[in-house]
DNA sequence: TATGAATGAGAATTCATTCAT
DNA sequence: TATGAATGAATTCTCATTCAT
């Protein structure tokens, strides 16, 4: 090196700056990716740090354990879809309109996180063991539920939807509609012989399960 | 030893009967409870083979390797829902009571076989891999899309049903609505703090399920 | 089967037929490409059964165990040698003639038989374990030796021959000059990067091997 | 432990010292030995580690596999054998001289290492797989070819060689007149009945080998 | 905060060999 | 003579985790 000189002496690959909050966050970023791809037991440490891009032994150091590391990035898993549920502005509008977002809200995320339904597959395969370990489970109740609860009300006593519907039960089969199509897509594709991805495809799907709810709702 | 002599010629492990097709059973058996209580990658092919009580090497000597057991074990649970399906006498009672026998069924398969969902968790974690692998699938096409097809046609031309549902779209409705509720059921009954899994509330989801489907479908 | 019929009415496959020779013989016969190809570590007695058309069991019938078969593989590839030694007319012709006879055949075999340069290579390995266990060594002397003695005393004793040729020595340094080239001709191809089993190569090689001991031998 | 103490803090297996390098080395020194002895396929890993005092573990962190450590020690066993060709001095001395120090330095490496023609023989076993996979085989020609061409034409025209000797075919011819001796020793001296490697064996070897390839190249 | 080196416990798979017929 | 079923003991390789700096 002649004339040129570099700043910083070392021609050393440049130890990452220590940022703890950053370190952290892509930690969290690879192991969603890894649990969510390969589930709880197929997820690999070492994937994982490298996918982070930092020393493996950082894990450890910020998460305890693989378990741990797990719980984590179900809880903010969690945290992230009841924020964008809180966003979901359904006590504005009438009531139809607000089931179609409901059921087109849960939809669009299941579809743009499909990381989200394949954690809670795991997670459930492990009983929930992680979930009740967390301190903040209970604040984690869907907030879509009291929306729909006063959505149900709102649309019975203008006329509009039927009575007696549980809204847990109507949040569950939304959600389950949408769910299992979208969490199974690859069986099911397999099974029928068709794309169940395909474009069209799931605008045909949204549009049924709206269809099958709203039928059910809507009084004549 | 010359003079005394054993009573009983040693009460050592009785060697197991030469029953190739026993064998491949039992650790089918073992198999499924496996993979279904821990996925593929949480399984041990050492508990299978404690579990079906045979040697570990059995297992290779059947099925080649973990993989191909998963194969084995996924086909023979699609073939054995595939059976009770057949089974299933839609076509002979009226529309209405064949929709609750469908739903009823699925439900009840679901909660009787609760294996079968996890299996298919698993299988879609790893998008369908060993189902695409399998020569059978075209074959394992669920014959309730048919029956459910000329049901719906009847009740249609009977002026009891809607026009228009896409057999397709409905099964995955009917199968989504209870799939979602009994695989999800611990994180479920973490979340809303409350047991998904008492009588009680089974016996309601059945009832929501098959009212919303009713709903929907029945025209007034 | 409407009209012609089968002689054996089983239809399963046909049981060998009980040829005991005929099955020892398949077994070396897959023996000896096994363990050439992939050594006494390397061969598998699963593959030999395969590649022999026999049940594995029958191998252990007949030889006991993979080393014995290991043995009777090598004393086999020896006999067979020896014999096509013993057929070599080199007291018939004139010395030169005799020498180039012998190096021509030595080469020849060794080309032909490949596995016999494998095979003693895994010999080597093992120190001459199998072989020192075999009963038939002694009788196993290579008669080339003493034709080799006899046909330099003759050389010489026309003048044409240097004196003092120890024909142990010469016997190992021709096998040497072919053994060498062919044995090792794939890690030669690779170092020198060039294909010295191609037909010109070979050829170069038995004129240089020739050379070279006639060069030494003959008195000018 | 209230009252009594340790004297010496545990004489437990001292930690062995961080020493990348020192690890490896170790784990190619044990390794070289094993493969050597028992060929690729008769090699343990375990048996390797042992020898290396180092845990198994250590020996994928660095090396991979046992196939890629195989290269490892082929490639360093290359890298050896040139290191030391290249230090042989032949264009300094007289022709007659420099074929007789090439001789004696080939027998004599082959002598005192035996694990570089076992470790040849495992590798033409493969086919040369490893040795192709290496990036440097290029690299690895031996100079000795080089240094051989020098010293022919040199002795040519000086008037004491013959003409048209093709150096790499003397090369061989050379390495051949001293591996296979070497190389089979064991079985030689079983078939011989008498020892090979016996010092005064090894002397009348030595001395036979330089007087067939000088008696071939020297005119008269 | 960050990292390369090191490890014990296990995991899938293999293999020669024996059993029972 | 012949064979499918079965097995114990390895064997290669993996993995979460810890050590030392």
């Given at each position: 090196?002649?004339?040129?000189?570099?700043?910083?002496?070392?021609?050393?690959?440049?130890?990452?700056?220590?940022?703890?909050?950053?370190?952290?966050?892509?930690?969290?970023?690879?192991?969603?990716?890894?649990?969510?791809?390969?589930?709880?037991?197929?997820?690999?440490?070492?994937?994982?740090?490298?996918?982070?891009?930092?020393?493996?032994?950082?894990?450890?150091?910020?998460?305890?354990s693989?378990?741990?590391?797990?719980r984590?990035?179900?809880?903010?898993?969690?945290?992230?879809?009841?924020?964008?549920?809180?966003?979901?502005?359904?006590?504005?509008?009438?009531?139809?309109e607000?089931?179609?977002?409901?059921?087109?809200?849960?939809?669009?995320?299941?579809?743009?996180?499909?990381?989200?339904?394949?954690?809670?597959?795991?997670?459930?395969?492990?009983?929930?063991?992680?979930?009740?370990?967390?301190?903040?489970?209970?604040?984690?109740n869907?907030?879509?539920?009291?929306?729909l609860?006063?959505v149900?009300?709102?649309?019975?006593?203008?006329?509009?939807?039927r009575?007696?519907?549980?809204?847990?039960?109507?949040?569950?089969?939304i959600?389950?509609?949408?769910y299992?199509?979208?969490?199974?897509?690859?069986?099911?594709?397999a099974?029928f012989?068709?794309?169940?991805?395909?474009?069209?495809?799931?605008?045909e799907?949204?549009?049924?399960?709206t269809?099958?709810?709203?039928?059910?709702l809507?009084?004549?």
């Amino acid at each position: 090196m002649p004339t040129t000189r570099k700043r910083t002496p070392t021609p050393a690959p440049e130890p990452r700056p220590r940022d703890a909050d950053r370190s952290q966050g892509e930690i969290l970023d690879a192991a969603t990716a890894e649990f969510a791809e390969l589930g709880l037991g197929g997820a690999r440490v070492d994937r994982i740090a490298e996918r982070a891009g930092v020393n493996k032994r950082l894990i450890y150091y910020y998460f305890g354990s693989k378990e741990d590391l797990f719980r984590a990035v179900l809880e903010r898993a969690y945290e992230r879809i009841r924020g964008e549920e809180r966003a979901l502005s359904m006590s504005e509008v009438e009531p139809i309109e607000a089931i179609r977002r409901l059921i087109a809200f849960t939809w669009n995320y299941y579809l743009e996180h499909p990381e989200f339904l394949t954690l809670l597959n795991s997670e459930n395969l492990h009983r929930a063991r992680h979930l009740k370990k967390s301190a903040n489970i209970a604040s984690m109740n869907s907030p879509l539920v009291q929306m729909l609860a006063e959505v149900l009300e709102r649309g019975h006593r203008a006329g509009i939807f039927r009575a007696g519907v549980d809204p847990v039960q109507l949040y569950v089969s939304i959600a389950g509609l949408a769910y299992f199509y979208l969490g199974n897509s690859h069986t099911l594709s397999a099974v029928f012989a068709r794309d169940l991805m395909a474009t069209k495809a799931k605008v045909e799907r949204l549009s049924h399960m709206t269809d099958l709810v709203l039928g059910y709702l809507v009084r004549d």
